[in-house]
């Protein structure tokens, strides 16, 4: 007797180009199929029971992380892996690389996309945070052209996206910030049980410093149930603000304060707010320090 | 697809995960169904030369490309390091992660010949071995290490 968990009958289509791709997904209840990791899961649970699987493997176009006129570029195959390894990346967001290095584990990182894991749209999961502080833009591809929605407004609420029947996410592009005096820094930080878990709870940081204050603060909560998985409150305090620990520990109690983390079986409500509170201090301390480097 | 290096035919469901294609259908009992879950990596074959949790991964997913399995290690008879590495360093003691353990190490190995033990703990930090305590494992893999490139 076999305990297997098997997904429900579905249809499998490999897609060959972009164009094919959002034809087939102008079918009825389609899914896109990246690296899997989250979707096959869910589909073993019957969370998920699309009738039809548009595998994109193969569109090697969407795979790609450059810097290209003031913005870095991300293309919505690109795998963790590649995020995690690219030079250009890390050097202009090490957010990116200190989220990455805590996504699943290695294994699961080589095939997982960043353009998966934005699309899942999982309150747990590390980039939509990470996106959000950095203030970045999701391109959305349809048959008639794409439309860009700040990463901000992608979420609609859990597994739930601005991603319509027809469309795909093609790139996620990243302003490049230009600091007048001081720098810029960025910094993830997450508490999780183990490896591979989902966070606890985890705050993603993307500073712009003047000469002597915070010309602007990007805020990621993840886990927590922030709104647009921001901090908005505590990025408002912060603006115009010394960049020292006072002021990032104030805004730490802003973030805790604003959040709706729910207790569940990884710690209690209290807990998380204290987790945000000592991470969003952290993550703009070390964003702070990368800044003036 | 292929597998280690045997072109192979099939027709399947789509919904048929690539782990149960190569155990009950090829007959690659190798690769070891674990959690089904993702987390404990006993199923770790390669897709296109790259690690993958293959309980994870349908077998339509794999169409026209190439896995290769625990069974493609030894060669000719010979033992590849790593297998050799799990003998001398006692890397197993009930068996049940360690095809997995083995096909990441190797793709370690190809892409980091002398690995550090931090890096060697961090590549298999998403398997699960529960009887080891990883201690030997991670010796094995660095008896590998040390041990490339002779015969056995």
Redesign the interface.
């Known amino acids: 007797m076999h305990y297997?968990?098997?997904?429900?009958?579905?249809?499998?289509e490999?897609a060959t180009s972009v164009e094919h791709a959002l034809s087939l997904l102008s079918r009825p209840d389609t899914r896109v199929?990246a690296g899997?990791?989250s979707l096959?899961?869910m589909?073993?649970l019957r969370l998920a029971q699309p009738e039809v699987?548009v595998?994109i493997?193969d569109l090697a176009e969407l795979s790609y992380i450059r810097l290209d006129g003031g913005q870095l570029r991300i293309g919505a195959l690109a795998r963790h892996a590649d995020l995690l390894d690219s030079a250009v990346a890390g050097e202009l967001f090490p957010i990116f690389h200190d989220a990455e290095r805590v996504v699943?584990?290695?294994?699961?990182r080589?095939?997982g996309t960043v353009g998966g894991s934005l699309c899942q749209a999982d309150p747990s999961e590390d980039l939509s945070a990470v996106f959000a502080a950095a203030r970045a833009v999701a391109v959305i591809r349809g048959q008639d052209g794409d439309r860009e929605i700040p990463v901000r407004q992608f979420h609609l609420g859990p597994y739930e996206t601005v991603i319509g029947p027809g469309e795909l996410l093609a790139e996620v592009r990243v302003p490049v910030p230009v600091p007048a005096h001081g720098g810029a820094g960025s910094a993830y930080e997450k508490v999780a049980r183990r490896?591979?878990d989902w966070s606890v709870a985890a705050v993603g940081a993307v500073l712009r410093l003047g000469k002597d204050h915070i010309q602007d603060a990007g805020i990621g909560l993840t886990a927590v149930g922030a709104e647009h998985f921001v901090a908005a409150e505590a990025e408002d305090f912060l603006r115009g603000r010394a960049p020292d620990g006072e002021s990032f520990r104030a805004a730490g109690a802003i973030a805790a304060e604003h959040c709706h983390p729910v207790a569940d079986q990884r710690g209690p409500e209290d807990y998380k707010r204290h987790l945000v509170a000592e991470l969003t201090a952290r993550a703009l301390c070390h964003a702070a320090e990368r800044a003036s480097r | 697809m292929t597998v280690n290096g045997t072109e192979y035919a099939r027709e399947v469901?789509?919904?048929l995960?690539l782990i149960?294609f190569l155990r009950d259908e090829l007959g690659l009992t190798g690769s070891h169904?674990g959690c089904?879950?993702?987390?404990c990596?006993s199923c770790?074959v390669w897709l296109d030369e790259?690690?993958?949790?293959a309980c994870?991964?349908?077998a339509?997913?794999a169409?026209g490309r190439s896995v290769r399995t625990v069974e493609d290690l030894e060669r000719d008879g010979r033992l590849d390091p790593v297998q050799q590495g799990f003998v001398e360093c006692h890397g197993l003691q009930c068996g049940f992660c360690t095809p997995g353990m083995m096909m990441?190490a190797r793709w370690l190995l190809d892409h980091h010949p002398d690995p550090a033990e931090a890096e060697i703990r961090?590549?298999i930090?998403?398997?699960i071995c529960r009887c080891t305590g990883y201690e030997n494992i991670v010796r094995s893999i660095r008896w590998a290490a040390e041990h490339s490139g002779e015969n056995p």
Not at chain 1, 104 to 108: K, L
Not at chain 2, 36 to 39: A, G, K, P, Q, R
Not at chain 2, 50 to 53: I, L, S, T
Request: aromatic share 6%; net charge negative; no cysteine.
């Open positions: 297997m968990q098997v997904p429900s009958h579905v249809e499998y490999r199929l899997g990791h096959i899961p589909m073993k699987l595998d493997n699943a584990d290695p294994i699961v080589l095939w490896v591979g | 469901e789509p919904r995960l149960h169904w089904d879950t993702s987390n990596g770790v790259r690690p993958v949790k994870t991964v349908l339509a997913m169409d990441t961090e590549v930090s998403g398997q």
